[in-house]
């Protein structure tokens, strides 16, 4: 049912009146700074002994027998008590050196395969909000249309690359069969690397199975050439969650990749102080990345970032502040010291899509890109601190990743460019409007903005004095309907949906 | 009559039940960062070698025939018919050496004092709009009202380090005595630093003899201890006019700031190419700096960049570009090539507070602070590419410069802020709220935000769904209400209305 819709709105014809679209080609961003650092050598040292401090002292609570076992045989000090599991430096360092500086995935369509790590910029869409806005139908809880139209919205805006855990929650679909509908809605709606479910071992081999259906190759084949990520999180202070161990270890044993992001609000889940925190989110982060490398030294592992502060008066989590952005800097410090790929975020608290949303974003991607974020995500229609996905703030958000990325481009400095007989073909007080030299660039010499608007006060009046959240909306629904479904062979896509229809029984009988 | 008006209003006490606003207390940050570089050294003398070439081959026309003989007499080659005044690059390097590379300005309160230069930062309030707009009137022509009501919120936000020409022009003043009232409302509604207009010898002079009165010091004494600058702009490409060089050679006479700014639009004051744009940018910068440096060797001088592109489409100005950004990084590398303290601007081409004013801010802002600006103009109030002085914007400005002055601030790594006791006394998967570290310091932990509103989305929908442009509504009329005007002493007072009023009558019956 479903799918036939689907197909029918991919291929009608576009309705709008309007110029399409116009936006960069697919890439990814390559930074060509150096990367910003908040701390010296001799602090990063003093955060990290902290830290190897708390895996040797304390230690983390894990909850999941199997993973205490692979922990313990791995050589760390385990207590199936209390569940803690102390590791010595020593071993820590030597099981992470096998994990790999950077790596690729590779989804269905190899065009759209992503390298993660280095200088290459990796921009995920928004994940895990369980509310949907945009300027028709105002804030309500997510649909599975909303979710599918997030997913073609996506594929479609080129500075997008990867889609993330559920970017809505579909709350009409059963929460044990929900992770099927959303895979097979990323799989056939684009054609993106996506974020697999790792709340426990089934829902991420389910992922695993339905890409390596889409490749058409196997489970095994693709554990060499991966597809697919997870972000794992951490109940910060100190505490793995079983069912996220067993995901882990799925993905890992798979060859996927392993995202550990410790979820650390500085004042709630940490200590107020940017060091404690770091140093607390440092030993969560390599803790769980360890694992990885037990289950399959080699393994494609990220270290993750989520570290903010709380407003001190409500408790209530603030993003794209200074203290967000020091951390979204001084994350990648760390992250660079043990050799891993760095996963920040771009993330905002604003209920609504103002300029608050838009200096906060700003302030935590400048800091994600400078601080030399491999995976950023949440980079595309966050809003309201995670709680809500808007259409609006995606389209803002894509002008935004786009204005980045061409601020990245590499500029050639030759005689062309420098242009000395173009300025001497200029009197004095002249213009350059129409020059040669102008005549033959001005086409591809600017950003073409997808949302700016630069025309003068009486212009923009007479055209209706739509502010940048108004013009968005125009924008998102114009990009839903230029939207084209990719090609599948059809024989995949039935492969697809008798998986999808088959675990959908099999859950229903027996449960996940 | 007005200077009663405002000392009544000044001693008011304040009517607002709201908590009084909270900021940072005043101060320059001082950027901890090494300055971020978009081109190579090779690239940066490329761009060098071209800018000498316009300088030697094409030259400047210089509309102030009392400007080229200064020139001619010291060795550079001049041509009185066309005005064209040709430097040599050896020439100019050598007269340039005696421009200090950082010097500070003191104004009649010494603990306003700021330092150009180096490592600090210096915002500027908007200067230059002739509309005004705010949310209850909208936008409309600017009044002295208006002006002086911007000066009182420059004064107020300690973010605000320098009041840049005329925030907005009084339109019902004389546009020929204007400058007085303006001189004698910032020096009495303010303590700050501020730009002198220097169109012409008289205006430029006005303003040197009315600080000098408000410090209770001579002019010469002043020409030791400087307290003004001005900005000198450039008719660009390569024009320099008359009344503007007559202005910079007064200021620099008497040992005062000359900022001199190029205004360069890609792709309509110069070629397309960014490579193309600084050189000129530069050539013109550097011909306005060496005319101070043979005034009056050691004279302050700042090298100014105003570079930014246009809409192809229309020939509109943009801001906050990508473009703009790359220009904002990429001067002051030239800048320091010179060894000049160096200015650039935070601007946005919107025409509304809304998103994309505030992306288009950061972006700039991000820019200029990373590019090692040292003085920073338009930092707060600037909309609609200069056309507007907007209340809210400034205030949101304000939020915004805050924020980054937050974010430079050095953070201490030792054993109370990586607090590994404090971790140890939680456990896993507990809170840090009520702990002593956190109950310690979690009045001074984190930015406490003017604007940003936190508040979850049911609080914050009761509260009136103020979004941040609506609350920056309150803020500045806050501000306004808790303004105190500084204490002047009476004489000094006197002496300025002194000044002032026996100059209007001389220029009503004289001309300027």
């Given at each position: 049912m479903n799918e036939v819709k689907t197909r029918r709105a991919g291929s009608r014809e576009r309705?709008?009146?309007?110029p399409a679209l116009e936006q960069l080609p697919w890439g990814q961003p390559q930074t060509p700074f150096p990367p910003l650092e908040v701390f010296s050598a001799e602090q990063i040292d003093q955060i990290h002994d902290t830290s190897m401090r708390i895996l040797e002292e304390l230690g983390v609570e894990m909850m999941s027998a199997h993973a205490r076992t692979l922990f313990r045989e791995a050589g760390a000090t385990v207590d199936d008590v209390t569940g803690c599991v102390r590791i010595d430096r020593n071993l820590l360092m030597k099981t992470l050196a096998?994990?790999?500086?950077e790596f690729s995935l590779t989804p269905a369509?190899?065009?759209?395969k992503i390298q993660i790590g280095g200088r290459a910029l990796t921009f995920g869409l928004v994940a895990g909000p369980p509310n949907v806005s945009d300027a028709?139908?105002?804030r309500r809880p997510a649909s599975f249309e909303d979710y599918q139209n997030f997913i073609r919205l996506a594929h479609h805006?080129?500075?997008?690359h990867v889609i993330g855990n559920?970017?809505?929650?579909?709350?009409?679909?059963s929460s044990e069969t929900r992770h099927l509908d959303t895979y097979f809605a990323n799989l056939t709606l684009s054609e993106l690397v996506f974020h697999c479910t790792a709340i426990g071992r089934a829902r991420a081999m389910d992922g695993i199975e339905m890409m390596a259906l889409a490749r058409g190759i196997s489970v095994e084949e693709m554990a060499d050439d991966p597809s697919l990520l997870t972000i794992i999180s951490v109940n910060s202070p100190r505490r793995f969650d079983a069912e996220m161990a067993e995901g882990l270890i799925a993905m890992s044993e798979h060859g996927q990749a392993v995202v550990v992001t410790p979820f650390t609000l500085m004042g709630a889940?940490?200590?107020?102080?940017l060091p404690a925190a770091l140093a607390q989110q440092n030993a969560e982060a390599l803790f769980g990345a360890m694992l990885t490398q037990i289950v399959r030294p080699g393994a494609p592992v990220v270290y993750g970032s989520f570290t903010s502060n709380v407003?001190?008066?409500?408790?209530a989590p603030a993003f794209g502040t200074p203290e967000n952005a020091l951390a979204n800097i001084a994350s990648g410090q760390l992250a660079r010291r043990y050799n891993l790929p760095y996963r920040t975020s771009n993330a905002n608290a604003s209920n609504v899509v103002d300029a608050q949303a838009a200096y906060e974003t700003q302030m935590s991607l400048w800091a994600a890109v400078l601080g030399r974020g491999n995976l950023i995500y949440?980079?595309?229609?966050?809003l309201e601190g995670g709680l809500t996905a808007s259409f609006e703030k995606l389209v803002i958000d894509v002008e935004m990743l786009q204005q980045m990325s061409r601020l990245l481009m590499p500029i050639e400095v030759n005689t062309e460019s420098l242009a000395f007989d173009a300025i001497a073909g200029i009197a004095t007080g002249?213009?350059?409007?129409?020059a040669e030299h102008t005549m033959d660039r001005y086409q591809t010499a600017f950003y073409h903005p997808m949302i700016s608007d630069w025309s003068n006060f009486e212009t923009w009046s007479e055209a209706g004095a739509l502010d940048a959240t108004q013009r968005a909306t125009k924008v998102w629904k114009q990009a839903l309907a230029e939207y084209r479904e990719p090609e599948m062979p059809a024989d995949r896509r039935e492969a697809l949906m008798a998986f999808r229809d088959r675990r959908k029984k099999e859950i229903e009988q027996n449960g996940l």
């Open positions: 309705r709008s009146r309007a096998t994990a790999p500086v369509n190899p065009e759209r028709d139908r105002g805006f080129n500075i997008i559920q970017v809505v929650s579909p709350l009409e679909l889940m940490t200590p107020v102080t407003d001190m008066r409500t408790g949440h980079a595309a229609g966050w002249g213009h350059f409007f129409g």
